[in-house]
């Protein structure tokens, strides 16, 4: 599998983008919303396969204390490839010297990212702009 790496929003399809996160199953992303979250994280991945997007994830980051890996997405028939795996160590390693990182995950996942390193939170809290949709999902849990 021959896949070209980007690390820049350089000429990024911002609609293709909102495509794949359907696809990947991740979500309802709006191009615009994309586009202005890649824009402000420090560190990014873009894997292309002939020229299509098939994988993509990000990183904020702040330099010195936190890095929060988050969004990796994978078209379907390219899920179980490594692809993931690759974006996410590569956003490890660029967050190196960051004194934690942390991942966000969708329920279900945590096994893939324990086997890269990352261990539960014990201490972790969120609020969402559709809390009850994510108590449903299973994202968080009611205090």
């Not at 997007?53 to 390219?78: H, K, N, T």
Request: aromatic share 12%; with cysteine; hydrophobic share 40%.
């Amino acid at each position: 599998m021959n896949i070209d790496w980007q690390y820049t929003e350089q000429n990024v399809n911002w609609n293709e983008l909102s495509h794949l996160y359907k696809l990947a199953p991740l979500g309802d992303k709006k191009p615009k919303d994309l586009e202005i979250a890649f824009g402000n994280s420090m560190y990014k991945c873009f894997l292309f396969s002939k020229g299509e997007l098939v994988g993509v994830g990000r990183a904020m980051a702040d330099g010195v204390d936190c890095s929060y890996i988050c969004d990796v997405a994978i078209l379907p028939q390219y899920q179980q490839s490594g692809l993931g795996k690759s974006i996410v160590s590569k956003l490890v390693e660029l967050s190196k010297g960051h004194r934690k990182i942390i991942l966000y995950s969708y329920p279900g996942k945590e096994a893939f990212y324990k086997k890269l390193g990352f261990n539960r939170m014990s201490t972790a809290m969120a609020i969402f702009e559709n809390q009850s949709q994510a108590i449903e999902w299973g994202l968080v849990n009611e205090a």
